[in-house]
């Protein structure tokens, strides 16, 4: 089996959305809009992180699986593209976190 990516889910929200499908949990949270995709996600993210605080190893792997999606249907809804989101973080390898954020503080 390939490896499953975040493209390949970034594809398969894509085409659920744009589905006439009752069935799809992507094509109703989007028909809410924006702000009810962010709250998800927040809800998500938030729920990940009690589960790595609670060090349940299981339940944070499902709550990281929940996070990435609903990542995806926010950047979706929000129109920005999962690859623009891959490239920035491609950039950001040409030095460390530290050195970054020490060159933010000398600006
Ligand atoms: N990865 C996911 C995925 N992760 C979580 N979820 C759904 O997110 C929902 C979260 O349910 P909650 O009760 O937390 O939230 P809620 O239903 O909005 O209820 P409230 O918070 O409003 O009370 C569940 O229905 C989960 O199934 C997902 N739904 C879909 N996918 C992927 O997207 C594909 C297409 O899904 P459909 O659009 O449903 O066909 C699927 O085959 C999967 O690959």
Do not use: P, W
């Amino acid at each position: 089996m390939t490896k499953f990516t975040l493209a390949d889910l970034d594809a398969i929200i894509a085409k659920r959305a744009d589905s006439n499908d009752e069935m799809s949990y992507t094509r109703k949270l989007i028909g809410k809009g924006v702000a009810k995709c962010a709250q998800k996600l927040g809800e998500e993210a938030v729920e990940a992180a009690i589960a790595a605080v609670q060090q349940d190893r299981d339940e944070l792997t499902g709550e990281a699986a929940d996070v990435l999606y609903h990542l995806l249907v926010v950047l979706k809804v929000a129109d920005v593209a999962l690859e623009d989101v891959m490239e920035e973080l491609a950039r950001r390898t040409g030095q460390t976190g530290l050195e970054e954020k020490a060159s933010r503080l000398q600006d």
